[in-house]
């Protein structure tokens, strides 16, 4: 078992059979997170979900509300998992829980800004603090302009942030003078 995770085909070759598995998740040693993958039953880690949202979307990326909410920028608490993926992936089944929602995204966006963090042991995919902050502003009619401004209010009051890369983002993207602009008014 690959960090509490284990796929079907894991457990065939481990020589299980389909009733052994479905045994297994009756007994509550095993939960099934979508067809093919299986975690280990009262794994304890309060980020659990997050791990098996980039287990489901394993080349997409936490994004919007979802990492800011990770990187402790926003009091609001996302209703979905909010996963980037490149424009032209192919559309990955997504399970009834964790709810998702994915995002696809140009070569630009989806590129700029890749990052990833560790947790339990598994590799999460993630954008960094900056190119999250560009995206909530390229988005802030679909997520609300009072979640960016609190957003970059709480970057703005941090030590370890990073203007410039913040502008290199910014234009990169897109969002130069929108960003200025909400820039202009919390400074």
Known sequence: MSNGYISAKEL???????????????????????????????????????????????????????ALTYYELTTYIPSEYQIAVHMNAHKTKLPGYPPIKLYFFSDDRFNTGVSSIKISGNKVNIYDVEKTLCDCIFYRNKIGTDIVKEALDNYIKRKSKNIPRLLEYAEKLRVKATLKTYLEVLI
Do not use: Q, W
């Open 12 to 66: 065939t070759e481990a020589g299980l059979s389909s009733y052994d598995i479905s045994r297994f998740i009756e007994l509550d040693y095993i939960d099934k997170v979508k067809r093919g993958l299986y975690r280990k039953c009262n794994a304890d880690d309060e980020y659990n979900e997050m791990v098996e949202v980039s287990k489901i979307v394993p080349k997409g990326f936490i994004c919007l509300l979802s």
